[in-house]
């Protein structure tokens, strides 16, 4: 027993090591290939106009909503998830994805409540607020990013790591959302 839980420590020691092995690569993809479009305009507008309709809203409203996305996501009936899903500012989410060439698994932009506005495929939920690619960006200000860890994807079913930033508003520089870029693995090696 002593010398699992021994082991065990050893390897939870190791993980962040092995994962903040990532971060250069993920800062230089970050630099190189998501800053030329992370202020493209129909990303902008379409979290503004968002923001303008869950601006008030509390937190059982988010939740209500968070709920019926994950009661929706997989099943015939998308009227809900397909509001994020179809629309220009998803479009041009998927766009990205093809261009990039395999290297870009998903990507999907917040407002400022940390709900979904637009993705390129569905998500596990509906809002992010409670995770660290929004706090970690939105909450903290406009030149804030993050990195996550590598790890199995729930949505994507890939390994992959996310780069998550803020958005702003180019004429105040106000942050008015976060966009997360899932990256394969694979591509940060």
């Known amino acids: 027993m002593r010398t699992l ?25 970050l630099e190189n290939n ?20 869950t601006q008030g809203f509390d937190q059982a409203a988010i939740d209500a909503m968070d709920t019926r996305w994950r009661a929706e996501v997989g099943t015939p009936d998308s009227s809900f998830t397909n509001q994020v899903l179809n629309n220009s500012a998803a479009d041009f ?15 999907f932009i917040m407002d400022a409540q940390g709900l979904n506005v637009a ?3 569905p998500t596990s939920d509906m809002w992010q607020g409670d995770e660290a690619k929004f706090q970690m960006t939105y909450s903290v200000g406009a030149d804030a990013s993050h990195f996550g860890e590598v790890e199995l994807d729930e949505s994507s079913r890939r390994y992959q790591a996310q780069i998550s930033l803020t958005i702003v508003d180019p004429d105040t520089g106000a942050a008015i959302g976060a966009m997360t870029v899932g990256i394969d693995a694979e591509a940060l090696m």
């Open 5 to 29: 839980t021994l082991a065990t420590l050893i390897t939870l020691a190791a993980l962040p090591a092995a994962a903040s092995e990532y971060t250069p690569a993920m800062q230089s993809y």
């Open 93 to 107: 989410l998927r766009e990205q994805v093809e261009k990039s060439g395999g290297r870009i698994t998903e990507v």
């Open 119 to 121: 993705a390129s495929s």
């Open 34 to 53: 998501i800053r030329n479009w992370v202020q493209s305009p129909v990303l902008v507008e379409a979290i503004a106009s968002q923001n303008s309709q």
